[in-house]
């Protein structure tokens, strides 16, 4: 499913009302009419005390058709306007003359005694509807309007949002002064990018999309770059097994891993491989920890080869390790390798050579530090798979300004790079050279934990030994790396888990995939 920034979501609108003459108040009231569904399917008392906030602009409007439709279907309602009446405008306007006309209870917020009687029955209700801004806020929330924010946020039951949570900069996620913090939001056409990337996500809640009679056909006339990731990914590579196959049908992988302290991060990343359907996986490791890791990984063949007198790979080691490449099929590169002026001389020198496909992380992307260009000649070939802090230093910048733009620090490193870009995070960012981009839905704070990086840099590295191209392979590694997550953490919680419990999941998930 595409997801949009307000400006897109706005010209789809247009489209759709200038173009096609379908009225801006049929929008509205299926807008509206999205609330009161979603409502009533979580909740089946017949007499509900419902709350409704709205503000003077359109998402007012969209509150108030559904002020009106939970009313007459015996709901008790009671409406607050944010602003004076002579203020609302528009189909807003047409909305509150038509619950004047019907003589509903609405109240303008305009004094202590209003605002007092808002709080009480904001403490009393079932449910309120927050409605006080959509998608086109710009400015902080402040004065008045954050107190009607702290009015709909003081209720015990169910806060609902009318397209984004108010407050919330629906492009970027991020709150404008107070926000409100919802259960649920109903989000009209298609989903914003500010309800997916974090924080917004938590403000969000559970993000329902509601169809309110937007044209397939007016979406599909816009370019639309962003997109959010769901099974489908994963579906897509994963074909049926020929019952005549073998295993080298499945690709080989070589990755190249490992430094005394840190050889778990290759295991780690084999094991991950293995469980996302490589055939055979090679991991070279410096000389000294082969009977180690030999011990730890049984399914896997390694290779040793030269190392420093630290324990790291040594660059007098590239003549073996391109010919252990030049035999498989795609390269994992980066997880443990260490900073040692020895391994950075050793991965500028792999990225040299021919275009095999590759995955890189942790340590190899440190070596791109300020010189992402120097990926340009490997073209889409290569997946490049930063955290934040690494981010920035491929950019420039700092970790804040990476996580402000999220979106566009993706896009910026694809371009730069001319590589498939992975920012790991809350809401997971692929970002492709051509400027299109998808975030990820799964995945759960119990991955903050040392070694999950490495799964999915295996994960990828097996995709793209499948045969699978860089993008296709980046966004099934990083759903399924996340739905596998998601999966471990209901058996062992968030607190409990660890990049194993992930890899011995994988094989669950993807049977729960093909179910479905």
Request: hydrophobic residues 40%; glycine residues 12%.
């Amino acid at each position: 499913m595409n997801t949009v920034t307000p400006s897109q979501m706005r010209e789809i609108d247009r489209r759709t009302i200038d173009d096609l003459g379908i009225s801006s108040l049929v929008l509205m009231e299926s807008a509206g009419l999205g609330l009161v569904d979603e409502i009533e399917s979580r909740h089946k008392r017949e007499r509900l005390r419902v709350t409704v906030v709205c503000g003077p602009g359109n998402n007012g409007g969209d509150g108030m058709v559904a002020a009106r439709h939970l009313a007459d279907r015996g709901h008790e309602v009671v409406t607050f306007l944010a602003a004076p009446r002579a203020t609302f405008s528009g189909d807003a306007k047409v909305q509150l003359r038509t619950l004047t006309r019907l003589d509903m209870d609405v109240t303008v917020l305009s004094s202590q005694s209003s605002y007092e009687r808002a709080f009480r029955r904001a403490g009393d209700s079932d449910i309120i509807i927050d409605s006080l801004f959509g998608t086109g806020l710009v400015r902080a929330v402040e004065g008045q309007w954050a107190e009607c924010v702290r009015i709909i946020n003081s209720c015990p039951g169910l806060v609902i949002s009318a397209d984004v949570p108010s407050g919330l900069d629906a492009r970027t996620g991020h709150p404008l002064g107070e926000c409100v913090t919802a259960d649920v939001t109903v989000t009209f056409g298609l989903p914003k990018t500010g309800l997916v990337l974090f924080p917004g996500a938590q403000f969000a809640g559970e993000v329902v999309v509601a169809d309110i009679g937007i044209p397939r056909s007016v979406i599909e006339t816009m370019d639309l770059p962003g997109a959010l990731l769901g099974p489908e990914a994963v579906e897509g590579v994963y074909e049926e097994r020929w019952p005549d196959t073998h295993k080298g049908s499945y690709g080989h992988l070589l990755l190249c891993c490992g430094s005394t302290g840190k050889l778990g991060a290759g295991i780690l990343a084999s094991r991950g491989a293995l469980r996302a359907g490589a055939g055979l996986v090679t991991l070279a490791v410096p000389a000294s920890a082969i009977h180690e890791v030999d011990a730890a990984t049984p399914e896997v063949m390694t290779s040793p080869l030269p190392e420093t007198a630290g324990g790291s790979f040594s660059r007098m080691g590239a003549n073996g390790l391109k010919k252990l490449i030049m035999e498989r099929d795609a390269l994992g590169i980066g997880p443990g390798l260490s900073t040692d002026p020895e391994v950075a001389e050793l991965v500028r020198e792999v990225l040299s050579w021919e275009s095999f496909p590759a995955v890189l992380d942790a340590d190899a992307l440190n070596v791109l530090e300020g010189d992402l260009e120097l990926l340009r000649p490997r073209g889409q070939s290569t997946v490049i798979t930063p955290h934040p802090g690494e981010m920035s230093r491929l950019i420039g910048g700092s970790t804040r300004d990476v996580q402000s733009d999220r979106i566009g620090a993706a896009l910026e490193c694809a371009g730069r790079s001319g590589c498939v870009v992975v920012l790991k995070g809350a809401g997971t960012v692929v970002g492709h050279p051509d400027g299109t981009f998808f975030i990820n839905t799964t995945g759960n704070p119990g991955m903050a934990s040392g070694g999950t990086g490495d799964v999915l840099t295996g994960m990828i590295g097996a995709l793209l030994a499948r045969g699978c191209n860089t993008l296709d392979s980046a966004k099934a590694a990083v759903y399924l790396h996340g739905a596998a997550a998601d999966l471990a953490a209901e058996k062992v919680s968030e607190h409990a888990l660890t990049a194993t419990d992930i890899i011995d999941s994988i094989g669950l998930t993807l049977m729960g995939m093909r179910t479905e």
